[in-house]
Structures are given as C-alpha cells and as structure tokens.
C-alpha cells in the first residue's frame, strides 16, 4: 500500500525593507509519509496508554545510559541497560510489522555482544550506527505520526450552542467567532459602534459554547483557565465596557490583546498540527 500523498503548498515569503513589502511565491512540492496503520493500536484512543510513546521515550534513556556507562567503562550497568534496549528495541517490529525488516537487528545483537565483552569502543562505535538508523525512520515518520495520532481531530468535534442547544460542526463555530471578532473591529474603526456592541454579544457567545467544547479534551479548570479563564475574560468584559463607553482607542488596543491571549495562542498550540492532519489524513 502507497502510504505517501504529494501536496501542493504554496509558500508565501515576504521581504519587508522600511514601508516597503514584496511579497514572492514559490510552488514546493512536499512528499508526506504516512506510517502504517497498525501503529494506531499503539496509541491513544484505541489504546489506554501510549505505548509507542513510551517505548520511545524508554529507547532514548537506553541510549542515554548505555552512552554514559560505556564512558565510564561500568561493565555491570552497560550490559542492564543494553539488554533492556535490545527488548524495546525488539518490540518495535512486533508492534508495527511493517518495520520489522527496517530494524538493525544485527547491530542490537552486537551492541550486547561488546557490552558483555566490555569493548567499550564496539559498543560506542555501534550504538552510532543505531542511532542513525533510528534517526532515519524519525526524520521520514515522526512529524506525519505525531499530526495523526498526538493532536486533536477537530474534523470529529462538535460545539453546542447553550441558547438553541443545536450543535454545530467546530470549523462553522470557528468561522462564526472569527467573523464576530472582525466585525467589532469594523464597527469600531467605522464609528458604528452599535453594530460593534452587538458583534460583541456574539462573541462572547461563542467564546462560552466554546469552553464547553474545549473541555472535551482539558479535563481540569487550570487547562481551561489558560485561554478561557478569568484573567482573559475580565479583558473581554473591558471590552465591551469600552465598545459601550465609545472609546476608539482603548477598544482597538483590548481587542487585540484578547485576539492574541485567546485566539492566537490557542492557534499556536493547535492549529499547526490540525492543518497538518488535514492535508495527511
């Protein structure tokens, strides 16, 4: 099975040289690997823990130490940790078939074989040779895989709306609070402040839908306080005490702040691998 989509990206890049922007485009081709499927069993939802995560994360500390006993030549700790590298090791093409026959096997083999002999240059000169095997299979899998199965699959989520109680897909909640933003500052630099009270009023709306959904997958009050809590939406509420007082300025001033404490930096966190998961998935 053909795991790779090509994607068109157009790249904007721009020079900014004082008052002056030049904007240039470039076509880049960009090849996504995708791993295979049986992967998927190895992290969460379809499993409690996230195996494959931890086995990593047990393969780099194995690295770590068999470096560091290697270094100071302690034979009893290089052999320990050498042998639970070659069982995670292992575990890799049990977990994920399709890899078996990318493992270096043999190289783990005599990794425990100069360990035991306490051939510390062997075992150095090996454990350079796994490490850019696996260095390999990271640079060509590791970004696609943590897009799919690490970041949140928005394209399945749903906000209620708390006055109708009908649900919407997240991407229309999305799109109908940006639209809410920008026209408050609209109304604002139009002078239409009426219009701008009520963008308000809906945005502060969608903001609150919003929180519901959020905790779908934030489980504590100290996650949701981080975007939503009362710090940001005291900011939104001087907002709309300064839409209401017709202050052009001020308003201007708070409603960029809360684009950047609330709407950007949940962007920042999410945004990124969500796009990314859309073009692979």
């Not at 409690?48 to 994360?57: A, C, D, E, G, I």
Request: with cysteine; net charge negative.
């Amino acid at each position: 099975m053909n795991y790779t989509k090509t994607i068109k990206l157009l790249v904007a890049i721009f020079f900014a040289s004082g008052a002056t922007a030049v904007m240039a485009e470039d076509d880049l081709e960009v090849n996504l690997t995708k791993p295979p499927s049986s992967i998927e069993a190895w992290y969460k939802p379809a499993n409690k823990r996230q195996v494959w995560l931890h086995t990593m994360f047990r393969l780099r500390r194995e690295m770590q130490a068999i470096s560091e006993y290697s270094a100071y030549e302690d034979k009893e700790r290089l052999v320990h940790w050498t042998k639970k590298f070659n069982d995670d090791y292992n575990s890799i093409g049990e977990m994920v078939p399709e890899w078996a026959d990318e493992l270096e096997v043999e190289l783990s083999q005599n990794l425990l074989l100069a360990a035991n002999k306490g051939d510390y240059q062997e075992v150095a000169s090996l454990q350079q040779k796994i490490g850019r095997s696996c260095m390999g299979c990271h640079k060509e899998f590791r970004a696609v895989t943590a897009a799919l199965y690490r970041g949140p699959n928005f394209s399945d989520m749903v906000v209620e709306d708390s006055e109708t109680m009908e649900e919407q897909k997240y991407k229309d909640a999305m799109t109908g609070l940006s639209t809410a933003m920008n026209r408050i500052k609209i109304g604002i630099e139009d002078n239409r402040f009426e219009v701008a009270s009520s963008a308000f009023t809906l945005m502060t709306h969608r903001l609150d839908d919003l929180s519901g959904s959020c905790g779908a997958c934030h489980k504590t009050e100290r996650q949701r306080d981080y975007l939503l809590g009362a710090e940001n939406m005291n900011e939104v509420k001087k907002l709309g005490e300064l839409i209401e007082a017709k202050e052009v300025k001020q308003s201007q001033r708070v409603l960029g702040g809360v684009a950047v404490k609330i709407c950007a930096t949940c962007h920042s966190i999410h945004r990124t691998l969500s796009d990314l998961r859309g073009f692979i998935d």
